[in-house]
């Protein structure tokens, strides 16, 4: 127990509502008791030296995992916040969850990422059921990243880089040389190389969400969930953040706000409203003025974009 406490406990810190450990742990976390423990941890093993340049390392993705939902439904406090939501989504496809605020978007992604359990239904990768897996095996399929940043702990970027790598160590083992070329690549890859050693608490908001990418490309999954990853980007890095998750060599599910980003980047669009799934299906027949209309309750033209040949959203203000 204290091993798992310890591993995982210290993990679930830097991976927010990680889904992967039991209910007794997760309010741990949240107290005074895991701070203590990180405390003691850094007084007994002061922070290594300032990061230094391993050979980068290839990313070993496989490809992604088949995800499916069947029929969920989830309530709280005896209110019904989702209602009969079923999706798939099959290796390396990018999965985008659509809705206005409150459309149950976040709820849907703690079911995928097993923070709660559903109510009804189940949700399976590969064909298992994701409360059969090991939380150790779990961590190890699937990477998250979420709109709020985890707490202040003293770390530097590269050692919040360096936590995706906890799900693949034993006990109290450190990071050993491969690690540290996985936290390189990845930290390479999203462009932040240059901020590994500045303190995290000290980054803006766009280059923390760019570190937190890096630590789920660091975990190595197979399954990415993201909710809203654009959310505190300029437009520049937006669009640079999905081209680097499109390219990744696994299944993607993120919630996304900016219809024309989901339009542009996403294989398949999931449209909820009221905790409903209203539509589903590729961005052209999901985003219909029809739909938009009903759901957001404005009028837009759709067309194509001329520099991509995607379908282009545009919005009447009136």
Same mark, same amino acid.
């Given at each position: 127990?204290?091993?798992?406490? !310890?591993? +995982? &406990? ?6 927010? %509502?990680? $889904?992967?450990? @039991?209910?007794? /742990? ?124 985890? !707490?202040? +702990? &003293? ?6 880089? %360096?936590? $995706?790598?906890? @799900?693949?160590? /034993? ?137 991509? $040949? ?9």
């Amino acid at each position: 127990m204290v091993r798992h406490f !310890a591993v +995982f &406990g210290f993990y679930s810190v830097f991976y927010g %509502e990680s $889904g992967t450990l @039991p209910r007794w /742990s997760r309010r741990l976390c949240r107290g005074d008791h895991l701070m203590q423990l990180v405390r003691t941890l850094r007084a007994l093993h002061p922070p290594r030296p300032r990061f230094s340049d391993p050979q980068p390392a290839s990313f070993a993705g496989s490809g992604g995992v088949a995800l499916r939902a069947d029929r969920l439904g989830w309530e709280e406090d005896g209110h019904r916040i989702l209602n009969t939501i079923s999706l798939m989504a099959e290796p390396g496809d990018i999965i985008g969850i659509i809705g206005p605020n409150g459309a149950g978007k976040s709820s849907l992604l703690r079911l995928l990422y097993r923070f709660v359990q559903p109510t009804t239904g189940s949700v399976r990768i590969d064909r298992e059921d994701i409360w059969a897996i090991s939380a150790a095996a779990f961590a190890r399929k699937v990477a998250v990243v979420l709109q709020e940043f985890p !707490a202040d +702990f &003293g770390l530097r970027a590269c050692e919040v880089v %360096e936590t $995706g790598r906890i @799900p693949h160590q /034993s006990g109290w083992a450190a990071s050993n040389r491969r690690d540290r070329e996985i936290v390189f690549d990845a930290m390479e890859t999203v462009g932040v190389r240059a901020l590994a050693d500045r303190d995290f608490a000290s980054l803006s908001g766009g280059e923390k969400q760019r570190v937190l990418l890096a630590r789920a490309i660091a975990q190595q999954p197979e399954l990415l969930i993201l909710d809203e990853p654009t959310n505190h980007l300029d437009i520049g890095y937006q669009f640079e953040c999905l081209r680097l998750v499109r390219d990744l060599p696994m299944t993607v599910i993120a919630s996304i706000h900016d219809l024309n980003i989901a339009a542009t980047y996403c294989d398949r669009l999931y449209c909820l409203d009221h905790g409903r799934m209203v539509a589903s299906g590729n961005p052209d027949d999901v985003l219909t003025p029809d739909l938009i209309r009903k759901v957001y309750g404005v009028n837009a033209l759709c067309d194509t974009h001329p520099f991509t $040949g995607r379908l282009r959203i545009t919005f009447d203000p009136n």
